[in-house]
């Protein structure tokens, strides 16, 4: 019988987090789960952790070193659960976190993807912070697209989400070409295709912030970042991400995705991305 849930854990080097980790999965009041380890080519002491872990519950993937991404896809394709729970190995959950989202997923079941309300942020030695990052509910889809296109923002978190595996298996795997942020490519790329669900009871998941995080390399969030604004431009209609209708064959429209790219590119240091992709629209502009 497979189990609700399949939290998925990519570890790579964390030793100093993976046991509280670990140990938060395990202990959940709800014990309808599996938790599969995708050990991404640690060279720290993750394998001892691991090891000392005896819990039939545990399945435990060795790979070679290719970053996040990639190492969540592999736990994907290996998970059984009928839900999918992304939990980093720097973070933790409070012992009611699983059940608390089984009881929201059940009150809702006509949704398919469901996310916490908020994350709250812990400092690196695993001490509270009064910072608490809120998520809100989109019942317009277009929304995010609208959202990420202003302000580059993803809107919907995938840490500590419950989202069913039929998701990643109509619509695909996360793009592993990209270091960081490729949960918010995914879910840009398929804002008109899932079916979103804030849960208002899901709130205790724990977010360790340190200097070692992926998503401070800001070169490579930057790409994630001009790729993401070049699908929305080739994608979507206008009107989803500039909120009005634009011939998308016009000078107006090629005006439009240069002033965004280079206004972008002005505001960072690390702006290469953004200047290609001003150019390739420039190019564009130049063949009308």
């Known amino acids: 019988m497979k189990p609700f849930c399949s939290f998925i854990c990519a570890v790579y080097n964390r030793e100093a987090y993976l046991k509280e980790c670990l140990d938060s999965i395990l202990s959940q009041s709800n014990f309808d789960f599996e938790l599969v380890i995708v050990d991404d080519g640690s060279t720290d002491n993750t394998q001892k952790i691991i090891a000392q872990l005896q819990d039939a519950r545990i399945k435990l993937i060795n790979t070679e070193h290719k970053g996040c991404w990639s190492a969540k896809n592999i736990g994907i394709k290996h998970a059984r659960g009928e839900y999918i729970c992304f939990i980093d190995s720097d973070d933790f959950l409070t012992p009611d976190f699983l059940q608390n989202g ?7 079941p006509e949704f398919d993807y469901f996310y916490p309300t908020e994350l709250r942020i812990i400092k ?85 912030q340190h200097s070692k995080q ?7 969030r930057f790409r994630t970042f001009s790729e993401i604004l070049d699908e929305i431009i080739l994608k979507y209609p206008t009107e989803y991400f500039l909120g009005f209708k634009l011939d998308k064959n016009s000078k107006d429209f090629y005006d439009v995705c240069v002033e965004k790219f280079m206004s972008l590119a002005n505001e960072t240091t690390y702006n290469q991305h953004y200047t290609q992709k001003a150019k390739k629209y420039i190019e564009l502009l130049r063949k009308l």
């Open 102 to 108: 089984m009881e929201g997923i059940k009150q809702n």
């Open 124 to 208: 690196e030695n695993g001490q509270p912070t009064n910072k608490i990052w809120r998520y809100i509910s989109y019942p317009e889809p277009q929304a995010l697209i609208k959202l990420f296109w202003e302000r580059q923002i993803g809107g919907i978190v995938h840490a500590g989400a419950f989202i069913k595996k039929a998701v990643f298996e109509i619509y695909g795997l996360y793009d592993d070409s990209f270091f960081n942020l490729s949960d918010t490519a995914f879910i840009i790329s398929n804002a008109m295709k899932i079916k979103f669900c804030l849960l208002p009871n899901l709130k205790t998941y724990l977010n360790r």
């Open 214 to 220: 992926t998503n401070t390399n800001y070169y490579e």
